[in-house]
T-cell receptor, first 115, second 110 residues
Framework: GAGVSQTPSNKVTEKGKYVELRCDPI?????LYWYRQSLGQGPEFLIY????????DSGLPNDRFFAVRPEGSVSTLKIQRTERGDSAVYLC?????????????FGEGSRLTVL | DQQVKQNSPSLSVQEGRISILNCDYT??????FLWYKKYPAEGPTFLIS?????DKNEDGRFTVFLNKSAKHLSLHIVPSQPGDSAVYFC?????????FGKGTHLIIQP
């Protein structure tokens, strides 16, 4: 597709369960970013990849959160032992490369609800 | 510590008038600034940007002004149209991506 694709668009899970969120970036974009947006807040940085490697994971809130991008394209954000406070919209974005003029192209997000 | 601040959660403007959205920042290392627009249930979409070495950038109805000494930027929309009703996020950018403000909900009234 032409844009950033995220699946699932909605995920409802129970506290303590494991969740995976997938992001398919724009073809040819080497940089991929994960953000989290809670109600009434702006997107909050979690992690970004340049190619296959995580260039900066300083935004991951704790070790329950992990992300991979094994082939430098699709990325998966993994959340273990989910908590109610993890409920948010998880946004993925991509860009041609990191830095530069900075325009990121966002997907529509995955809305996670932890009951 | 909020590096990018949008102090107005919402702003209501009459159609045809000018909308002015404000943003303050604390990080002097930002290389550029961007404004994103977000409709409900959609991801943010890029609107306009400005390099930290410029003080103004204009694109159609949208103009962004940067005042580095005051660490302040603003987005002007003129004339405002109903389709401009959305949440607007200000963001500062550097090598590691973007830092966003909390957003301002702009409501254009007929």
């Amino acid at each position: 597709g032409a844009g950033v694709s995220q699946t699932p668009s909605n995920k409802v899970t129970e506290k303590g369960k494991y969740v995976e969120l997938r992001c398919d970036p724009i073809s040819g974009h080497t940089a991929l970013y994960w953000y989290r947006q809670s109600l009434g807040q702006g997107p909050e940085f979690l992690i970004y990849f340049q190619g296959t490697g995580a260039a900066d994971d300083s935004g991951l809130p704790n070790d329950r959160f992990f992300a991979v991008r094994p082939e430098g394209s699709v990325s998966t954000l993994k959340i273990q032992r989910t908590e109610r406070g993890d409920s948010a919209v998880y946004l993925c974005a991509s860009s041609l490369s990191a830095g530069g003029t900075g325009e990121l192209f966002f997907g529509e997000g995955s809305r996670l609800t932890v009951l | 510590d909020q590096q990018v601040k949008q102090n107005s959660p919402s702003l209501s403007v009459q159609e045809g008038r000018i909308s002015i959205l404000n943003c303050d920042y604390t990080n002097s290392m930002f290389d550029y600034f961007l404004w994103y627009k977000k409709y409900p249930a959609e991801g943010p979409t890029f609107l306009i940007s400005i390099s930290s070495i410029k003080d103004k950038n204009e694109d159609g109805r949208f103009t962004v002004f940067l005042n580095k000494s005051a660490k302040h930027l603003s987005l002007h929309i003129v004339p405002s149209q109903p389709g401009d009703s959305a949440v607007y996020f200000c963001a500062g950018g550097g090598a590691d991506g973007l830092t966003f403000g909390k957003g301002t909900h702009l409501i254009i009234q007929p």
